[in-house]
């Protein structure tokens, strides 16, 4: 059903009215001169109504990635339109606006803004995937009389996104192109919102494991692009930022695939504007770290865990936003790691034990007692069965890459009355056939929070998305969902599991077994620090 409004600076916008909801899709916040140049907000859409009932064109990315997805959440959902991406038109968003009880826009309130940044390592997803569609989330806010405007954004990705050398640099190229893009998008928000009814002082950015880290990256930034912040499935310990001379050597990998190697600095930066689109993807070879690089701007460096679960700034990698962001939720689920193995692990069998094994010895080997303890902790010998060791080395890589920089965030926060905390845990599993059902995986936690998947889940399992949906909206709306952290105590909010009976509950001790975590990567922490405990899975997911 279509549905008209009067933006009274972009004019009249012709959108979609769905369940309670209005949403004005494809809007395009950034133009580009060419795929590597930087955005330029978009201020006017000229004269005329507006299309904005299907979704626009997502920057290039591979094409069918969503399959990709719908594997790990091991459920699909039917695709909606999308038009083929493009590498210069694929910077626009998505506004889902509620509908008051007369049924009519709520245009004269200033409601808050949940703006969602999508994941996918940088290199795939997009706004427009049916598992992030905010409509039944902001269907679900007007329910509880407490409504929010619900957001998603197109930010560009792979290549175009996250390549960077000193030679593209010298051509007036910035690094980190994706980032630059969702910071536009916020900057079109802040200045357009209002004439949908939204309050551009009121804005929560969400995100989801590449999207988690992108918002929590935000936090380093001098100016205030955010009320609140939200990370789940990642967050900036997930993986550190490349350093320039990995960037280099990503370029230069780049070149040599794109038969560039023997070109002119100029001639190789003409070619890169002007190859196919779809070659920016299919020539590319898979594993490049085409993620974000430190560039002293959007990326000022790589934080550590001594940086971020310190309340005193380290002079080298300053956190701005502990001053100016109000308040910061970090939750993460039981496997989350359960992703990386159809990434890299599968393809280390057969024989992954003894592998890992001989790296652990390698990376921890001023300190042999140290690894010892871990390959005792998670019961890993050199003929440890394939199945069982890649279990044990996901539940390590979950603990160590995901719960403890939770727990890091949460220490380092300033956990005042201005400055709040929140921490939770999502422990449901997945309900459907698939080689994790049961577990707590990747990427479920948001489609249990979009609520888009409630109509293939038990009661006992709606009853979880529910809850999970109704305390986000308190957080958006500036309320406390659950008690703050405070002191020592990492106290969290728990969902799951409904196998269990439990639907959620509130533990204000955080104690690791009431939460349904383990003590054991906290421990080695303890011993060795948490950054050298992490590097250990680093260097093995490298293949070091």
Known sequence: ????????????????????????????????????????????????????????????????????????????????????????????????????????????????????VHGGGFAVGSSWYPHYNPASLVQLSVEKGKPMIGITINYRLGVTGFMTSEELRKAGYKANNGLHDQRMALQWIKKFIGGFGGDPDEITVSGESAGGFAATMLLFSKEPLMKRCLSTGGAVLLFAPIPPSVAEGVYEKVMEAFGLTDKSPEDRIKALLTIPADELWQKVPMGLPLTPSIDGETVPGAPNFAQVSSQSDDP??????????????????KMDANILAYISLDARNPGIAAKFVESVNKTLSSSPEVAKALLSSYEITPSTDDDEATRSILNFASEISFYAPALAFAKGWPQTKENKFFLYHFNEGIPWEGRFKGDAGHILDVSYLFQNFNHLLSEEQKAVARAYGEDFIEFVNGNDPWPPVEGGKMGARVYGPSSDGVTTKYVASGNPEEIGRRDRVLKLGEMAGYDAILSVFQNFFQGR
């Open 1 to 116: 059903m279509t549905a008209s409004f009067d933006h009274p600076e972009l004019g009249q916008l012709k959108g979609n009215s769905t369940g309670g909801t209005v949403q004005f899709l494809g809007l395009k916040y950034a133009s580009l001169e060419n795929r590597f140049a930087q955005p330029k907000l978009v201020t006017s859409y000229g004269s005329g109504a507006i299309n904005a009932s299907t979704y626009g064109p997502p920057p290039v990315s591979p094409v069918g990635a969503i399959q990709n997805e719908f594997q790990f959440i091991q459920q699909k959902l039917p695709l909606p339109d999308v038009p083929m991406h493009s590498d210069t038109e694929g910077l626009n968003l998505n506004i889902t606006l509620p509908l008051g009880e007369d049924g009519k826009i709520i245009s004269k309130k200033k409601l808050p803004v949940n703006v969602f």
């Open 316 to 333: 080298e990698m300053q956190i701005p936003g502990r001053k100016w962001c109000s308040a910061f939720m970090i939750g993460e689920s």
